[in-house]
């Protein structure tokens, strides 16, 4: 049966936002030791923008943005959405209708349109090398400002690379800070590139980062985290999230996330509200102390 003390414990996190779907999370959460965080939606606002747009000489930055958004269209990614708003704002003409296209979790989309085959994705969705080398290296730039690069191929070249910048939450640093202050250790954990990643960690603050993380790489980074660590919460929003935060201690959703991520998470922040996190810790060594 559950504690009069528990009891109150869960219905002043509710009050404070942070819903608790059973007592045994609240107790876990006095004595965790590190917290995952994903990067897009959660660390980052998950909004991100068209921060630039090169093109191989033989194309127009227009043909290029219409027939990527006209692909991209048909992806839920928020980098696919971006696109998709860019041309909306910029071009203002309706998208065409790709013949076929396949979405692959983690890497980007293929399509088939104007008789050609497309691939639209992170570096190595398109050859890690021509990646590297494609306009005077120009990636390895952009992705130092933190910014995320997504590569145009049509049938074998790269003819183009569409930069996008996602902001740091102002709040995720403060979060971060105070939890790192309860002697919490903090890891990012994206597929995003590794010098992208590594931008945005330091944005936000973070112990460590963990980059080009496809979802069974999320998984497998919570389970060393645990041998390493004991007790370990992952905070995420996302569908690709859900796997992780089954397999950490604690899972801790993003309330504007995904439903899949929301029914997954032991614990859930009604409000996108990373600080709140330090809050339930605090809310959850005050409870154990009147329980022992
Ligand atoms: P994250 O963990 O950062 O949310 P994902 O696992 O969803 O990222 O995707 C990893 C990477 O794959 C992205 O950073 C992006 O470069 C690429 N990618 C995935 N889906 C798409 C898409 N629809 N369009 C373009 N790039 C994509
Ligand atoms: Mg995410």
Known sequence: SIMPATLAAISNGARAGILFKGGVHLENLAHVKAI???????????????????????YTEKEIIQLTASIESHS???????????????????????????D?????????????????????????????????????????????AVFVQKNDEIIALIALKDIVREESKKAIESLK????????????????????????????YIAECLPEKKVTSIKELKEKYGIVAMVGDGINDAPALATANIGIAM??????????ADVVLMKNDLPRIAEAIHLSKRMNRIIK
């Open 104 to 148: 692959n979790s983690g890497w980007g989309v293929t399509a088939k349109m104007n008789k050609a085959e497309w691939r639209i994705g992170k570096a190595a969705f398109v050859g890690e090398k021509e990646a590297k080398t494609f306009q005077q290296g120009i990636f390895n730039q952009l992705s130092e400002e933190g910014k995320t």
């Open 255 to 264: 309330g504007e996330g995904t439903d899949v991520a929301l029914e997954t």
């Open 36 to 58: 995952a965080f994903d990067k897009t939606g959660t660390l980052t606002k998950g909004m991100p923008v068209v921060t630039n747009v090169i093109v191989h000489d033989k």
């Open 181 to 208: 202050q309860n002697g919490i250790y903090t890891v990012m954990i994206t597929g995003d590139s590794e010098k992208t990643a590594k931008a945005i960690s330091k944005e936000s603050h973070v112990n460590e």
């Open 76 to 102: 839920n990614h928020p980098l696919a959405k971006a696109i998709v708003r860019y041309a909306e704002q910029k071009y203002k003409e309706p998208l065409k209708q790709p013949e076929s296209i396949q």
